[in-house]
Structures are given as C-alpha cells and as structure tokens.
C-alpha cells in the first residue's frame, strides 16, 4: 500500500490488509496528520479509487487514521470507493465505522 498527498487529498494506493501494510505507510500517515488542522479550512479527503482490496486490519488503521483527525478537530471524508471495498466494509460489519462516506 502507498499512501501520497496530492493538494487536499490523500490517495491510498494497493492493498489496503495486514500484509500491504508496512512501517513506511505507518509513518506517511502519521506525517499527513500534521498537516491538517481545522484553522486550514479543509478536512481530510481520502481516495480510496486505488484500492485493490482491503481487509479488516487495513480497514482499522483506516478508521484509526480517520479519528485521529478528528481529534485534531478535522473531519475526514473516504471518496471514490469501489463497490468491492464498500462490499468488504459491509460484511465486515464495520458501516458505522464509514457511516456517511462514499
């Protein structure tokens, strides 16, 4: 999994699970944390259009990821899902993690 900044958006790249995941990708996200704050104007957005697959572990970090923005005081939002992440998140039973992205 590769994670890059482009502007206001974090795209996420590759495997989002347990073995696509690595001390790197940790780093980058711990990294793009310090650049949002809520005095920026803009919360966090997240394409996830390069995802290929996700799995539970990947999926945790993502929302892990997504309330320590929040905690910043910014709000995050998951844009360009595939049908097949939002698939895994729903039987995962993880909606009310992602509840209100797309």
């Given at each position: 999994?590769?994670?890059?900044?482009?502007?206001?958006?974090?795209?996420?790249?590759?495997?989002?699970?347990?073995?696509?995941?690595?001390?790197?990708?940790?780093?980058?996200?711990?990294?793009?944390?310090?650049?949002?704050?809520?005095?920026?104007?803009?919360?966090?957005?997240?394409?996830?259009?390069?995802?290929?697959?996700?799995?539970?572990?990947?999926?945790?970090?993502?929302?892990?990821?997504?309330?320590?923005?929040?905690?910043?005081?910014?709000?995050s939002e998951l844009v360009n899902m595939s049908a097949t992440m939002q698939n895994t998140?729903?039987?995962?039973?993880?909606?009310?993690?992602?509840?209100?992205?797309?």
């Amino acid at each position: 999994m590769k994670i890059y900044t482009k502007g206001a958006v974090e795209y996420i790249r590759g495997d989002l699970t347990r073995s696509g995941i690595e001390l790197n990708v940790i780093n980058s996200l711990s990294h793009s944390l310090d650049k949002v704050s809520p005095e920026r104007g803009y919360g966090l957005r997240i394409d996830c259009g390069g995802v290929r697959t996700a799995d539970k572990s990947g999926l945790q970090l993502l929302y892990v990821w997504m309330q320590c923005a929040r905690l910043r005081g910014v709000e995050s939002e998951l844009v360009n899902m595939s049908a097949t992440m939002q698939n895994t998140i729903h039987a995962m039973g993880l909606e009310h993690c992602f509840a209100g992205n797309s």
